[in-house]
């Protein structure tokens, strides 16, 4: 089979043959745009040479001819007395690898050829600057001969010469660097530098066929799910000079502005000047405005070719260009890197430019760069000045600057005072949360992506920073110690929950939301994504945040979450730590005014949109005073003796809170807590349906391991609503459901459908059972057996889709056997992760729930995964 094609034989079709960059140099050379000639070697022969460590008979003999080919249309040829045919030869992979391979440039250069072009250019500087380019690029990539060997020769000369750049480099100069170049090959026992053009090109060919198995190709490709057996293409190009002189230059254009996305040509150039040094920052570029004064033509050009090419591939372009002598030649075109504010902006653009559909422009933004747009950034200017101090997990995206506090205590105490407010601590607790609602960032010392201080910071939208191993605070003193630095009490501190960065001072930020463009896009999801999205929210706060950004309703209310306010916790503390039925009495009627009306708000936000109430679900230790000092205080609140409350307390205690009593088994042996929490959320159905609002409540019950338990709580929670329907005559369509999280009810499911009305995964919980891992003390070796490569993610931040995965679709099938019709939800962390999602829609779930701030990721992740 055929296996070099010239640039005229190919197009973008053909990037699994050709690699991007030869797919690409061939659909611009036949839509007649000015590309230097050349030809492309396919991945097939690289698969070839890697079977064989060599190349074919028949490889060689097809070169030849596209060698001739090459001669007839540049009119130059291998060791031209007068015009000395010069080569590239670049690396090209299907999948862009950026600089994980390697590419030789002036490749035909030799003692002779040197001085031809020299003369041809009346430029020795210039030709002997080629050359020494070629020998240090040449010994570097095909004989392994270190960079830094030739970097320090060119140092020295420098030195010796009092030089401060390259640029002062005289030809003399560069004539004996070249000569001490070449003896670098013999001193490293490579022999002499081969002065035969076409032995420079094989040994070329061969190094960057080699270079696919480089350690760092290799690595690379593990890290981005790029597969072994792709093989990079080889293309082999005419060279044209961009340091030919004054009329001559390199640079790189975007066809939009790849940081705003505004439609206007972004670039940047460098009059005479070698095609890496824009990148290599030697001088600094021109903007390609300068380049409309300087050469008009060129810019009229260089701007038709852009509008051209972007309609022609329908994305935004980042193209490589040279202009040699007054002649503008393209190197390169490729879709462009944009920021997420660029991706949304140009893909929707696009739309209304009839470049690309709806449905394109929704694969071309990633679900997780949503999630940046969403919350405050560091300015990036500011943010080049700091040095973070420590870094953690980046548990929660977002930027947040205040003044630093150690106890929930004192940070609300600063905010109340109207202070901006971080608060840090070893980790965070339930009663902690009036000082972490009122903070900017949280950041912990201690815990994992699922910690309490990860969730509820994510949650609430706060930055959140945790697992900072580094800090070390001590209560006491009010300082935190970072190895030698401190950070004592309403000190300034930066929090970047992106890059789980914690700085020292006070950075600017830029805001953010979902509008403009964003919001159309998520429009479009929404039309698209089979799945729903909606959001977990204990509060009408979270709630309207989450229906700004767009969710169909409520799929996770955590009502725990609701007594931890101070006046509710004295009544949970009366409640719990009372002895009989009469003394749970008041308690509890008085949790269940307060609970009505919580749901009462939700509902009524809620309108026609769905909500989902979980009963209680945390183990009732959760609720008690933890040291002396709070049974001295609660001791006083509730009218027991200390010494009752802590006998009552330690009676409470399990070694294994979180396998222990909680859940529906609170509710088999408590039965009046979720009998009150049914009664709160009846009440506010009927007064909602006085004021004219149908709702339809959906009740969820946590922990189920068994039919016959959840056969239970149903009926306990059946007959309370049925009591309350008789009473008030208004009739009520409820359904309650399951928590998928405990693995035996995942394969039980079929019976456990036949008394659910719907299910969802608890995630976090049947991730936790099924490995084994205490999700809050995961941190401690977590990122060990990431690093180690034992685990491919966290399984608490994305699926891990081959066991808790297929307990998943255990329980999916069995359930679906028993009712095809059952609605089948996942509310923990991974239903707001994009790679997660993308495995639901696999699987057949019918709806995600996250956190407020992640609804928009999950949207737009819902409707690629439809695509
Ligand atoms: P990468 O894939 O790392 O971008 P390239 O193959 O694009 O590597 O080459 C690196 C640089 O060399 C580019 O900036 C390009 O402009 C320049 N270059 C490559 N081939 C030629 C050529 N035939 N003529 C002039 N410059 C070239
Ligand atoms: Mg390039
Ligand atoms: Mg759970």
């Keep these: 089979t055929k296996q070099i094609y010239a640039f005229s034989e190919g197009n973008m079709s053909m990037r699994d043959l050709l690699g991007g960059k030869g797919a690409n140099l061939a659909e611009m050379t036949n839509l007649g745009l000015p590309v230097p000639h050349g030809f492309t070697l396919t991945t097939d022969a690289c698969h070839d040479y890697q079977r064989t460590q060599s190349l074919s008979e028949d490889l060689l003999v097809e070169l030849d001819q596209a060698l001739d080919k090459l001669r007839?249309?540049?009119?130059?040829?291998?060791?031209?007395?007068?015009?000395?045919?010069?080569?590239?030869?670049?690396?090209?992979?299907?999948?862009?690898?950026?600089?994980?391979?390697?590419?030789?440039?002036?490749?035909?250069?030799?003692?002779?050829?040197?001085?031809?072009?020299?003369?041809?250019?009346?430029?020795?500087?210039?030709?002997?600057?080629?050359?020494?380019?070629?020998?240090?690029?040449?010994?570097?990539?095909?004989?392994?001969?270190?960079?830094?060997?030739?970097?320090?020769?060119?140092?020295?000369?420098?030195?010796?010469?009092?030089?401060?750049?390259?640029?002062?480099?005289?030809?003399?100069?560069?004539?004996?660097?070249?000569?001490?170049?070449?003896?670098?090959?013999?001193?490293?026992?490579?022999?002499?530098?081969?002065?035969?053009?076409?032995?420079?090109?094989?040994?070329?060919?061969?190094?960057?066929?080699e270079s696919w198995n480089n350690h760092r190709a290799q690595v690379y490709r593990q890290q981005n799910h790029i597969p072994e057996s792709l093989g990079t293409a080889v293309n082999v190009q005419e060279m044209v000079f961009g340091n030919a002189g004054d009329q001559s230059g390199t640079g790189v254009a975007f066809t939009r502005n790849p940081a705003t996305g505004e439609r206007q040509v972004f670039g940047e150039y460098l009059l005479n000047a070698q095609g890496e040094d824009v990148v290599a920052g030697i001088r600094t570029p021109q903007s390609i405005e300068v380049l409309k004064k300087e050469m008009p033509a060129i810019y009229d050009q260089l701007m038709d070719i852009a509008e051209k090419l972007e309609t022609h591939y329908r994305d935004m372009q980042d193209l490589e260009f040279t202009i040699e002598n007054g002649k503008l030649y393209l190197l390169q075109a490729r879709d462009g890197k944009r920021t997420?504010?660029?991706?949304?902006?140009?893909?929707?653009?696009?739309?209304?430019?009839?470049?690309?559909?709806?449905?394109?422009?929704?694969?071309?933004?990633?679900?997780?760069?949503?999630?940046?747009?969403?919350?405050?950034?560091?300015?990036?200017?500011?943010?080049?000045?700091?040095?973070p101090l420590t870094t953690g997990l980046p548990a929660s995206p977002g930027a947040a600057t205040g003044r630093a506090y150690f106890t929930a205590e004192d940070a609300k105490r600063a905010a109340d005072g109207g202070e901006k407010v971080i608060l840090i601590r070893q980790d965070t607790s339930p009663e902690d949360i009036d000082g972490m609602i009122v903070s900017q960032a949280i950041v912990t010392s201690r815990g994992g992506m699922t910690s309490h201080a990860a969730v509820v910071a994510r949650g609430m939208g706060a930055t959140g920073v945790v697992g900072a191993h580094e800090i070390n605070v001590d209560y006491a003193a009010k300082v935190a110690h970072v190895n030698d630095s401190e950070i004592h009490e309403g000190d300034w501190v930066s929090v970047d929950g992106t890059t789980g960065n914690l700085y020292l001072g006070q950075i600017n930020t830029t805001a953010a939301g979902v509008k403009g463009e964003l919001s159309t896009l998520l429009d479009w999801a929404k039309d698209v994504a089979h799945m729903g999205v909606y959001t977990n929210a204990d509060t009408p706060q979270d709630f309207q945040k989450a229906l700004d950004f767009g969710a169909d309703g409520i799929g996770l209310t955590r009502t725990e979450h609701m007594f931890f306010k101070p006046e509710r916790l004295l009544q949970m503390r009366r409640l719990i730590l009372a002895t009989d039925a009469a003394g749970r009495a008041d308690p509890l009627n008085q949790l269940l005014q307060m609970q009505q009306e919580d749901f009462y708000q939700l509902y009524k936000l809620a309108g026609d949109k769905e909500v989902t109430i979980r009963l209680l679900d945390p183990p009732l230790h959760e609720f008690l005073p933890h040291d002396e000092a709070e049974i001295q205080a609660v001791s006083k609140q509730i009218h027991m003796s200390p010494e009752q409350l802590r006998a009552r307390t330690n009676s409470l205690k399990e070694l294994n809170p979180m396998l222990g009593h909680r859940g529906d088994r609170l509710a088999v042996t408590f039965p009046d807590i979720y009998q009150m929490q049914v009664r709160a959320i009846m009440s506010a159905v009927i007064r909602l349906y006085d004021e004219?609002?149908?709702?339809?409540?959906?009740?969820?019950?946590?922990?189920?391991?068994?039919?016959?338990?959840?056969?239970?709580?149903?009926?306990?929670?059946?007959?309370?609503?049925?009591?309350?329907?008789?009473?008030?005559?208004?009739?009520?369509?409820?359904?309650?459901?399951?928590?998928?999280?405990?693995?035996?009810?995942?394969?039980?499911?079929?019976?456990?459908?036949?008394?659910?009305?719907?299910?969802?995964?608890?995630?976090?919980?049947?991730?936790?059972?099924?490995?084994?891992?205490?999700?809050?003390?995961?941190?401690?070796?977590?990122?060990?057996?990431?690093?180690?490569?034992?685990?491919?993610?966290?399984?608490?931040?994305?699926?891990?889709?081959?066991?808790?995965?297929?307990?998943m679709k255990i329980a999916i099938d069995k359930g679906r056997q028993t009712n095809p019709q059952l609605p089948i939800g996942v509310c923990g962390e991974v239903g707001g992760d994009p790679a997660s999602i993308e495995f639901f829609e696999q699987i057949g779930i019918t709806y995600v729930s996250c956190s407020p701030y992640r609804v928009p990721v999950a949207r737009l992740a819902a409707a690629q995964a439809t695509l």
Aim: with cysteine.
């Design 340 to 387: 997420p504010y660029a991706a949304v902006k140009i893909a929707v653009d696009q739309v209304g430019e009839e470049l690309i559909t709806k449905e394109q422009a929704l694969q071309r933004v990633r679900p997780e760069s949503v999630s940046a747009m969403l919350h405050p950034e560091f300015d990036a200017n500011d943010l080049t000045q700091k040095t």
């Design 72 to 209: 007839t249309l540049t009119g130059k040829q291998f060791n031209g007395a007068k015009e000395p045919l010069l080569v590239s030869v670049r690396s090209g992979a299907a999948i862009s690898m950026p600089g994980m391979m390697d590419t030789i440039l002036n490749i035909g250069l030799n003692d002779q050829t040197v001085e031809a072009l020299a003369s041809l250019t009346h430029n020795v500087r210039f030709a002997y600057d080629s050359y020494r380019r070629l020998l240090s690029m040449f010994g570097n990539v095909v004989y392994g001969i270190g960079e830094e060997t030739f970097d320090q020769v060119l140092t020295d000369v420098k030195q010796a010469n009092g030089y401060a750049s390259d640029l002062e480099l005289t030809a003399e100069d560069l004539k004996q660097i070249v000569g001490q170049f070449k003896q670098l090959y013999q001193q490293a026992g490579k022999g002499e530098f081969p002065q035969s053009p076409k032995a420079q090109l094989l040994a070329a060919i061969n190094a960057v066929f």
């Design 692 to 807: 004219g609002l149908e709702v339809h409540p959906h009740i969820m019950i946590p922990l189920t391991d068994s039919k016959a338990e959840m056969a239970w709580v149903r009926d306990l929670v059946s007959d309370q609503i049925k009591e309350m329907v008789d009473n008030s005559g208004v009739r009520v369509d409820y359904t309650v459901g399951t928590m998928m999280e405990m693995p035996r009810a995942c394969v039980t499911a079929d019976q456990v459908a036949e008394v659910s009305d719907f299910f969802s995964f608890g995630t976090n919980d049947l991730t936790q059972l099924t490995f084994g891992y205490s999700r809050d003390d995961v941190g401690s070796f977590m990122p060990v057996y990431i690093k180690k490569g034992i685990l491919p993610a966290d399984p608490f931040q994305t699926i891990d889709t081959e066991g808790v995965g297929a307990l």
